[in-house]
Nanobody, 125 residues
């Protein structure tokens, strides 16, 4: 099982930027892709952005053009960190943001998926 620890978030003013990080821990797995999801009060969890291990990215229409998802490329570090930056934030960006990863266990070949605990982002003046 892959453990995920999210950081960043908190209170952000409208028009400002938010930056989140998600760091994996554990060994013996290969990451296929990582994602950021978010869930606003009273709404379903939605995909924000996705990045494959090869660097291919996908963004939700709600954040496209003002967001960047990235993953560290330090091959010497067994733990990987994924980042999400969202610029020009608005009230609609208020949500709990969740990190998600899809991996494959090296020893068994089995696929697995894991979620982080979630981190609150509140956009308010």
């Amino acid at each position: 099982q892959v453990q995920l620890v999210e950081s960043g978030g908190g209170l952000v003013q409208p028009g400002g930027s938010l930056r989140l990080s998600c760091t994996t821990s554990g060994t013996g797995f290969t990451i296929y892709y990582m994602r950021w999801h978010r869930q606003a009060p009273g709404k379903e969890r939605e995909l924000v952005a996705s990045i494959t291990s090869g660097g291919t990215t996908v963004y939700a229409d709600s954040v496209k053009g003002r967001s960047t998802i990235s993953i560290d490329t330090n091959r010497n570090n067994p733990n990987r960190t994924m980042y999400l930056q969202v610029d020009k934030v608005n009230l609609g960006d208020t949500a709990v943001y969740y990190c998600y990863t899809f991996t494959r266990q090296v020893s068994t070949g089995m696929f697995d998926s894991d979620w982080g605990q979630g981190i609150q982002v509140t956009v308010s003046s």
